[in-house]
């Protein structure tokens, strides 16, 4: 394996992209997912020859891909960076031996991580070459796995935890460690319904950055759930703010669940009251009755407008239901606008 984490390498990344977001706003990449639906993977697809005789069913396993499909991952990150993308996260949202038990493939979890962040880190280091003045980063994506520590998921038992903080921090350490072995610039704590989740997955980063005495940038990034303005777990913006901001972070913000005009006022709240920058990466608007998002580019673009107007983020992207031809118009819009200035009176 290549290994990434000397000091020089993250004392040299961390000041890139805290020199670059000073410059510039920054594009994060849209849906991992959205786009590989695009290709109507069969689950022979998703097989592959290493996995034909596996014993369960794999079809919907998109993490497996970067293991099965490598080329076509790196098709769908060349496709983002091709439109602005500046920032471009692995295919690994479920990457964690909690999540992939679903697939009784706990025991992958260190290379599909690997595997995922090589696969990412080749196609940005290809377009930095060709433009060295706008170096591409990539992000480490860590979902929130399908279990809660906060909340009990037998409503007959509400004290019963389904997962301990103990297990969702040495899950994570797993992932991190194999993601940044694999070469990524940032870790990306996302999608984040339930803080503790989330605290442990920051706590095992922390191990981590200790053991091998490095700084890797961290994103963090929750999920508003609904119109009450709060997370599943049921903290409001300025809760959440205050229980991931412990640690130095590079940016945090929202992302998920939400269309861009009903984001927008958490993230508004969120950048006047924290001095680390800030991103948002919204869905394509609101799912229709068959779970598809029909938000054009175009109307994307003129809600994000919105957000550079009042100059409330750092890092700009797209989640659920985008695609890169709605990178691209928010790309091509972000460029005009100065970044959001840090809040240091905070």
Do not use: W
């Not at 997912?33 to 998703?46: H, L, N, P, V, W």
């Not at 990306?188 to 989330?198: H, P, Q, R, Y």
């Not at 913000?253 to 948002?280: E, I």
């Amino acid at each position: 394996m290549l290994l990434y984490y000397n000091d020089e390498f993250f004392d040299k990344e961390m000041s890139n992209i805290k020199d670059e977001l000073q410059k510039r706003i920054l594009v994060l990449d849209g849906a991992m997912g959205t786009m590989i639906q695009r290709y109507k993977f069969s689950e022979a697809d998703y097989r592959g020859n290493r996995f034909k005789d596996y014993h369960i069913p794999l079809q919907g396993n998109n993490d497996l891909l970067s293991i099965t499909q490598p080329e076509v991952i790196k098709e769908i990150h060349r496709h983002y960076l091709e439109v602005g993308a500046d920032i471009v996260e692995t295919n690994t949202f479920s990457g964690t031996s909690v999540a992939m038990a679903d697939y009784e493939m706990e025991n992958l979890v260190c290379e599909l991580n690997y595997q995922s962040a090589k696969i990412a880190k080749e196609v940005t280091e290809e377009f930095t070459k060709k433009t060295p003045d706008k170096p591409r980063f990539v992000a480490g994506s860590m979902g929130p796995t399908n279990r809660t520590a906060s909340l009990s998921p037998d409503v007959n038992r509400p004290e019963f935890r389904a997962i301990t903080f103990d297990e969702l921090k040495m899950a994570y350490k797993e992932q991190a460690e194999a993601l940044i072995d694999g070469g990524v610039d940032i870790l990306l704590v996302e999608t984040i319904f339930d803080t503790l989740n989330a605290k442990a997955a920051l706590f095992a980063i922390d191990e981590v950055k200790e053991e091998r005495n490095i700084d890797i940038p961290v994103m963090v990034s929750g999920t508003i759930t609904d119109a009450s303005g709060r997370t599943l777990s049921g903290q409001t913006v300025e809760a959440f703010l205050t229980s991931v901001s412990h640690i130095p972070l590079l940016s945090v913000g929202f992302n998920c669940a939400l269309g861009a005009d009903q984001l927008k006022p958490y993230v508004k709240r969120l950048s006047g009251a924290t001095g680390f920058y800030t991103s948002a990466h919204p869905n394509a608007g609101l799912p229709n009755a068959f779970g598809e998002y029909d938000q054009t580019p175009e109307q994307m673009q003129e809600l994000i407008k919105q957000y550079l107007d009042e100059n409330i983020v750092n890092i700009i992207g797209g989640c659920c239901g985008t695609t890169p031809e709605h990178i691209k118009l928010i790309a091509d819009l972000a460029k005009n606008y100065s970044p959001r200035p840090l809040n240091i009176e905070v």
